[in-house]
């Protein structure tokens, strides 16, 4: 996850690994860049059934699928 206080220049504030499948909040507190951010971004590095190590291989049905369903970020607004 990236913040930026102005979506030009980005922070990593956290390099973190979500579990897959995950149907309930999972916390991820910042380690940098907490402060004065205007912009979050975060990015998917490989789909859910490649994670969890259910594909066959990457061509199967469905392996190739990536998925956000949510995100919710918490702070003081500025």
Same mark, same amino acid.
């Given at each position: 996850?990236?913040?930026? &206080? ?12 979500? &579990? ?18 205007? #912009?979050?971004? #975060?990015?998917?590095?490989?789909? *859910?059934? *490649?994670?969890?190590?259910?594909? &066959? ?16 970020? #918490?702070?003081?607004?500025?």
């Amino acid at each position: 996850m990236e913040t930026s &206080p102005d979506g030009t220049t980005w922070t990593v504030a956290r390099a973190a690994r979500s &579990p897959n499948g995950t149907v309930t909040a999972t916390p991820v507190p910042l380690t940098a860049g907490a402060t004065g951010v205007q #912009y979050v971004r #975060y990015t998917i590095l490989t789909s *859910q059934g *490649q994670n969890a190590g259910i594909c &066959p291989s990457p061509t199967a049905s469905g392996c190739l699928f990536i998925d956000s369903t949510e995100l919710s970020v #918490y702070g003081a607004a500025h």
